[in-house]
């Protein structure tokens, strides 16, 4: 592999996706998680590479809906696990979440593989692996999830996800935070909080806010989350792309 220099104008985004391409060499990523990596890109290029105001504000009120849960898991998929492992264990440890591994692809060799790797990098206990739960509404293995994890879960982040599922997810009821850099996708449109950002800049601003908002009382962080306007969030994402705006 070639080294990137570090002052090359693309060197983050270069750097992603050649963690990308290291998550499938590893078995953790899906092949069709290049094709995802270069959609997201896409975007990212449109908006700048870069945490627009709005994504910002998101980022905010997702945090004080992990905070405010019963039971709030993280839904990890083959590129999430390839692009910020170490992020994730991170923000479940300051919000109190449960890791579940969750897969579009699933098969039995890449859970293991993603959860051995959620593990190297800090994670005590990895949930996905038990699959005793179902997504209604879906297909056998896509519909698969645990029981006390997902299925229990009243608050879920679920990143990088197909459309269906996040709409199935969503018609569960429960709170859906959807990471996604394309503000039109399903994902996005069926959010609790779509968050139009790259996912390796949303974790950690994820977790910056929530260790900010963590000792404020339950009142501010219900006001955050109810003055949080999904559309209006979509509309800025969609502005900042076609105009450049903040
Ligand atoms: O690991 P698996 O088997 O669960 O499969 C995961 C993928 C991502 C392959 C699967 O869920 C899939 O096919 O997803 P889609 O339908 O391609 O959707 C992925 C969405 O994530 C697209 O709207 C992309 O724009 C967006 N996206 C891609 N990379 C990033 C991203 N959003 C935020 N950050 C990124 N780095």
Known sequence: MTDIPADHPRYESLLTRHRIEA??????TSRQGLIAQGRGEAFDYLLGERTTESADAAERAAAAH???ADHPVL???????????????ELAEVVGADLEVNLFNRTEERMAAIADHLREHGATEVKGLTADGRIPGLSHERAKVDADGIGDADVVLVPLEDGDRAEALAAMGKVELVVDLNPMSRSAQSATVPIVDNIVRAVPNVTRHARELRRRPREDLERIVAEFDAAAALEAAENAIRTGAK
């Open 66 to 68: 992990l905070l405010l």
């Open 23 to 28: 998550g499938v060499d590893e078995g953790i």
């Open 75 to 89: 839904s990890i998929n083959g590129n999430v696990a390839a692009l910020c492992p170490g992020e994730l264990v």
